[in-house]
């Protein structure tokens, strides 16, 4: 029985889903991997920094929310994970108080403006999106860094906005790496 079962749970069954998610769900199966003059840069499921080499955040791009997954800063997809602090912790209401001030002062908004995502991490810490909300908000920044026209890259970024999973699930959402690569491909002139 231990062999039987063995060969069933241990090699048939991940050949089967292996082979399924292969064929249905090819691009998923293969990471999702996005390519950008023929190599490839990210995954579409996976969030990542857009940072200099010292790691601060590049004004010409539009930033992830926050990463928990790894040390800073984040975004380590071998280490993925939340902070593990509750909502009752006083450590995570100062890091989220930390945050806002920062976002607001590196996106030039007042702190009450700033979206929820743009301050908590997700529960895997490699979030891909981020809410239409937060995209807006850093679209002036992102504008003026670029010498873009503001109302050229908020149209860009409803154009990327995702909806809901077959109409009713998760939240609308905006991928930012494919933003990104959007506004580096000259979109949003």
């Not at 199966?29 to 490839?40: C, E, F, I």
């Not at 590196?106 to 809410?131: E, H, K, R, Y």
């Not at 050229?152 to 690569?181: K, T």
């Amino acid at each position: 029985m231990l062999i039987v079962v063995t060969v069933l749970c241990g090699l048939l069954y991940p050949l089967a889903v292996a082979g399924v998610a292969g064929v249905f769900f090819s691009r998923q199966a293969r990471g999702s991997l996005v390519d950008a003059q023929g190599r490839p840069v990210g995954s579409a499921l996976l969030g990542q920094a857009f940072t200099d080499a010292q790691g601060a955040p590049l004004r010409q791009y539009f930033q992830p929310r926050p990463s928990a997954a790894g040390l800073a800063p984040g975004y380590d997809a071998m280490s993925s994970g939340a902070s593990n602090l509750g909502p009752t912790n006083p450590e995570l209401s100062t890091l989220i108080a930390r945050r806002r001030e920062a976002v607001a002062a590196f996106d030039g908004v007042p702190p009450q403006q700033v979206p929820p995502d743009a301050v908590t991490a997700s529960g895997s810490g490699l979030d891909p999106d981020i809410s239409p909300a937060y995209a807006l908000e850093q679209a002036d920044r992102v504008a003026a860094a670029r010498g873009l026209d503001p109302g050229a890259v908020r149209a860009l970024v409803l154009a990327h906005v995702r909806g809901r999973a077959l109409g009713v699930l998760g939240e609308p959402r905006v991928n930012v790496l494919e933003l990104n690569l959007a506004l580096d491909g000259g979109a949003g002139r």
